[in-house]
Every structure is written in C-alpha cells, then in structure tokens.
C-alpha cells in the first residue's frame, strides 16, 4: 500500500503552497495533550479510569454490537421493521428517561416511517449491561393517514397499521417527551401518533366498514405512563404495564397541542409537559388534566429541549438557535441566550449550577447563568473524544452527581460514554464577531477582510464581493450545505486563503461540501485554499455558470464521514466551464471519483489528481462529456481503487439530460501512474485490466500524447470497449515506477514540455 507520497520537483512548490498557511490557535484536544478514549466494563470501572485525567470512558457490550444492538428483537416482521428497523431509537429524534437514584436509562421510540416497534430497553449504568423489558407490540390495528379526497389523483384513503392505542402508545419520535417520574417511580411518555412506515391504499374500500380502523391519526396521540419494574407494582400499574393517562382531546381542553413534545419533572415532584407553544403542570399522583396549572404561552422555538433548574426554580429550554430562559413558576421567559454552533439540545446540570450540553460525538460546551456575562464554551475533543454519534441527543446526556460525572449515548454503532471535564482543558476561543454580520456589511462588489479567529457559523455568500480568509478557521456549517455556501445568480464572487476542515465544522453527513457554489451564472474562483475532511470538497448545482480553482489543496473527502454520499473531491454540476490550475487534489474516500465535471468545457492545468491510499473511484469523471482538457499535471490512480478506469467521457446520459455532448478530449504531457497492480487484496480485483477510458461520447477530437505512462500488469488498453484507438504511440511507457525513476511512494514533478 503506498502512502500519502512524497512530492518532488515542481510539484513539491505545489504542496508547500497550499498546506503552509497560518491558522489560528484551536485550543484543540491533541495540542493540549489531553487523553484518548477508554474502554469500561461499567460506570465504577470507567470512573476509575477517568479519576486522574477525565476524558472519555465508553462502556461496550461488545465489538460488533456496542450498546442497544445486542437487545434488538431478532426476526423482526417487515410491517414493524419499517425502513431502518431499531437503530431509530437512538438516532432519530428521540431522548431517554433517567432514573437517577438506581442510575438506569430507559429507551422508546422509532416514529414516522422509521420503525414501528414500541418496545422499552433499560441500560444499567453500574452494571453496564442492557435489557430489553418489553416486545414490540403487534400493529393489527388501523389509522387513517390520508382520508377520502386527501390527495390530488388518489381520492381513496392510505391506512397504516398500528397497536392498539389504548393499551400501548405506539412507536413515534419521542423528541423531548418521555422522562422518569421520582415521585411515581414510572416512565411517561408524550406520543403524537404511531408511526406511518407500514401503511396501504385502500383502493377498494376494503375497510371501510371495518372495526380495525379507529379514525385519523390522533387516536394515538397522547400522555402515556409505563411502570419499568419487572415486579413491583408502582402507582397502580402492573410490572412492565401502560397505561394512556390523557387522550388527544383531553389535551386539546387545555390548548396542548402535538408538536415537538417536551417535558420536565419540578422540585414537588409535578410535571411539566406540553408542546413547542404551550405547557402545563400537573400532579403524576392525581392525574387530572382539568386541574393542571398552564404556563404562559411560550414562542414557538420549535424542537428543544427542556430541563428544570432546582437550584434556581427555573426551566432551560435548549433549540438550534437559543437557550431559553424561563420562571418554573409561571413559564415566564426571562433571557434568551444565543447559540454559538449545533450542540445536540441537550443540557445536564453539574453541582455547580453549570450547564453541560453534548453533541453526541466529540464536542462538550458549558454555559455559566451566574457569570457576569453569560456565554457559551465550547471544548473540541476532535480525535481524543467520540468518533461515531448523532446530533440528537435530547436526554440521552445527565449528570452524575454523585460521580461528578456525565453519561451518555447517541448511537447504536458505540457503547454508552463517561465523560469527566478535566478542569485544565482550555475552550475555543471563539471570534466575538458573525461571519453572516460581516457579509451583510460588505458593499456588492467589494472586499471583505475578515479578521482572523475562530468562528463558529458558516460562510454564505449571496452576492458578487472578494472575501479573505487568512487566519480564519470557520468551524460552522452554511444552510445545511457546506463550510461555504456562495448562492447567487450571475454574481462575481472571489473566496481566497480558505482553510476548510470538515472535522472541526462537523461537516461529515449528508453532501456537506466544503464550498457549496449554486446559482444561474455564478462566476467563482477559489484562490489559495485548502479543503480536508468533508463528505465533498466543492460541489456545484446544475444551472451554469463558471468555477476556477487555482493554487489550493483538497483531499481527504469523505474520509470517515457519516454520510452514504460518494466522497467526490471535486464535483462540478452542469455549468458552463471549470478550469483547475496549479492545484492538488488528492485521497478521496467513500468511493467517490476524485474529480467529476459535468460542466461543458473543463480544463486541467498543472495539478495532481492522486488516489494515494484513498478508497476511491476514477480519478477523472466527465459524465456528459463536452470538451476536457489535461496539461502538464499528474495523475496516479490508487491500489486501493474500486475502478479500474482512469477517466470516464460521457458515461451518465440519463442524468445529462438523455444524451452526452459530442466530445473534444485533450490529454497531453502529463505522468500518468497506474499503482493498481491486479493483486487479490486489491478491491477492483475482479474488475479485470487497466483502462485509460470507458468512453462512451460521440467523438469530435482526441489527443492523447507526449504523456509518460506508468502501468505494471501489462494487459492495458485504452478503452475496453474498443471506442477509441489505442493510442500509444506518441507517448512513454514505464513497467515500474523504478523504470521511471521513481520510487515507491514518489509523485514526479510535472514533465517538460
């Protein structure tokens, strides 16, 4: 397996540009020397290990099935399954209730077409082991999703099965709706419906009279309790029993309605519960909904979270964009506090009144209401803290008070964390200024300096000006779309010394890209930037336009990102022109081509395109064909590959609109290295001989000379599919890298002309 390469000659000028620029100071894990994570068999266990140093200690089942996987019902029907079977309980939007004094944590939920199983799971913190305490219930009964006349072209119903929902709540997204009762030592849970995985056209009426459909979808809405014990009996349930305490209508009595379910348990021992605009109180004990105490209206915040503050009679509601402060008493909001980048909505609260939220993988940020100036701090474990997690992590995070610890899980695919803060760790000194602020400042068409720091916001760009970056690390993400996001029609936007890290942004899941251009006409360049660690490096829409990039590094894509989109390094949409110089682009992952250009007119300059050890595809994609040009620049195809191609023209007409362009290919004085070798350990293996092109364009003109040609099988041809001639005449051919000069792991220098 070669490395990551050793560069040399006119090359070597090219990495030192584009790696060398000056960031600012990260206050990140591994500079300050803090510990790696641990393995635990239990929370003592693991509490020991963090005693010195704090850090991180994850409590494993085992290596295939690490937490809640090792309990999952087996031999699951495919009307419960749904689309993505258990692993929704703890990773859609779904929290955990918390039985503090025996250190248990209780799990539900699935929801919408997620999964359909209602059953509870228990994880013990001092054994560290889980139980499922329930089975799923059978989903033999029916709700209405989508009545008569509903939907345009379908004017007959869509039913979706569901359990009997005043005997068992049925699966849905728990949001922040489910916690552990001290007072009644019982789960209650706050359920908008059962879940609409399973569900079927009833075209002929088949039930229209039937007594298995209960209505629409709010006869399973509801306030539910559930007694965990599987013994005793506790306020007046039976071991392992619910029971449906509020209906949908009883709730509407009091203005409670199903969105974004929330919930709390006060100091007396009452609970509070309601929705994104309105909460009441009530006593467990007593359960009447008639006498519940409602709180003033609440602002529709959206999806949250909501904790009770003992110490200062208060309620914490945590959401994307702010922390809510409100009177316990009254529901009276007293601050509102801004959020400083994704933080998981979650909030546990230390001896020192501090609140501790968590989001879900290796970020930790604390927020002190006493301080004279309240703010947020974030601590960034990078590699040092969790590696694998979700987002929405809701209660599935408390404090240990009587460790001064903190517990917590976001994903089936780890085991269940202790964390210890250690008290040295330093925070992320955050920039006090908004990157959205600074651009809405900046005149159209002028220049925007922004002053070097760290800032946690991503970068939009939604009309023509000059933005520099030196010294700046962006560790936010923009629109859901990337590190930066330029979207305008026709606009003029240069972007230079951007250094984009899509670990530090968390830009890892979806197509996170680290620049995001969109827009009818856009003209980009993108000048001295380096861009590593994103699902994509830069990614364009398909409504023309031109994208230059010169003098910048990308590598890395979709290296262990949690996302199934191909790790593209490069990928230009259906645009106008892409021209490429005097750049690297290298080591993409997750089986993505290194660069891909559905643009009519590509050009290649001076630039190394190199699979390295990557996991990657072709090295060049041009899907739709058009003209593509390759100059004085190398390019070297990984052992590792899972394609056997080096390029590809005009291969996707189906996504080119029906048909590819007519093909003008350039490919001269270039090294072009094949280290793929056919060894059984490679993964192309089976896939046959080395190929130049699958080639499936019209072709209008093809050059392919003065290049110096590195292959060792022997069997190489040009194009499998005989669509073009072979073309060896007019270029240079080594049988190793030896023969050519180099060694194992070297990049030439670009040829001469």
Known sequence: MHGSGQFIGNCLVIILTCCLYAAPHNALADEQQLPAPTIGVNLDDCAKKLEQQGGWCEIRVNDKHPSISSVWPENLSKRIRMRTGGKSILTAWNSAAFDEDNLYFYFFGGGHADYGGNEVYRFDLKKGQWKRLTDPSPLDQLYVLHDYGARKNKPWRRLCWMPDPEKVPGSSHTYDGILFSKKTKTVFLYTYGAANGSCLEDKEDEYKNSPLVWGDRRVGFGWYEFNPSVSDERNGLAPLKWRKVFSYEQLKQKNVHQSYPVSAELTDGSILLGSKN????????????????SLTGQADWGDGLKVYDEKRNQIWSIHKKSLLQFD????????????????????????????????????????????????????????QGPQRGDVRVYGKWVYLKDYDLYAGISSHETGFWIYKHPPQMKPVNYAPLNLGELVKKTVTGGVLKVPAGIYGQGLYINRSMTVDLTGVSIRGIANRKGIVNVSCNGCQVKITNLNADGIQADCLGGNCAGIKAEGKGFDLTVDHAVIKNTVIGIITDNRGGTLRLTNSLIENSGLDDRSKTLGHGFYAGDIDKVVVENSVIRRSFGKGHLFKSRATETEIVNTVIAGLDGRHSRLIDFPCGGHLSVHESVLQQGERTDNIDLISVGTEAKNCGGSVRPSNVSITNNWVIFDRDESEDEPAFNYGFNRFFTWRAPIEK???SGNRIIETTGRFRFDGEDHVPDLSEGNKFFKSRKAAGLGPDQLPGKPSR
């Open 328 to 383: 316990a008493s009254t529901g009276q909001l007293i601050h509102t506090h801004k959020q400083i980048i994704p933080h998981g909505k979650s909030i546990a609260i230390n001896r020192d009144g501090d609140l501790v939220s968590w989001d879900g993988r290796w970020n930790i940020f604390m927020f002190s209401p006493d301080a004279k100036n309240p703010g947020w701090r974030h601590y960034n474990w990078m590699k």
């Open 702 to 704: 093809l050059v392919v």
């Open 278 to 293: 309105r909460t009441v109180v009530y006593d467990p004990i007593n359960a009447d909904i008639q006498g519940a105490k």
